[in-house]
Nanobody, 122 residues
Framework: QVQLVESGGGLVQAGGSLRLSCAAS????????MGWFRQAPGKEREFIAS???????DYADSVKGRFTISRDNAKNTVSLQMNSLKPEDTAVYYC????????????????WGQGTQVTVSS
């Protein structure tokens, strides 16, 4: 069983930055692929970024070059550095974990956090 708790959301002006963190409880964190997703009001949840246990990353085109996912296996955390934020980045951001990277990319992760709100003002 893995529990995920996100933090770091908030209100920021367009062009600004935020860093989201996700703390994971449980054992063998380094075995898990981790992902970040977001859901804006009235829209479907979308994939943002993923990172496998070895540190290989993948990004949605909408955030490539602006967002960076990283992990610290010693601290059981995964982070999402968000730069050059735009109003369209406004959403609830979720952290997710799975032993399968495929399940992360398919949005079928085994464990999800409760989400953290990010609001970007214009």
């Amino acid at each position: 069983q893995v529990q995920l708790v996100e933090s770091g959301g908030g209100l920021v002006q367009a062009g600004g930055s935020l860093r989201l963190s996700c703390a994971a409880s449980g054992r063998s964190f380094s075995r898990y692929a981790m992902g970040w997703f977001r859901q804006a009001p009235g829209k479907e949840r979308e994939f943002i970024a993923s990172i496998n246990g070895g540190g290989m990353t993948d990004y949605a085109d909408s955030v490539k070059g602006r967002f960076t996912i990283s992990r610290d296996n010693a601290k059981n955390t995964v982070s999402l550095q968000m730069n050059s934020l735009k109003p369209e980045d406004t959403a609830v951001y979720y952290c997710a974990a799975s032993l399968s990277l495929w399940k992360i990319r398919a949005q079928e992760a085994d464990y999800w956090g409760q989400g953290t709100q990010v609001t970007v003002s214009s």
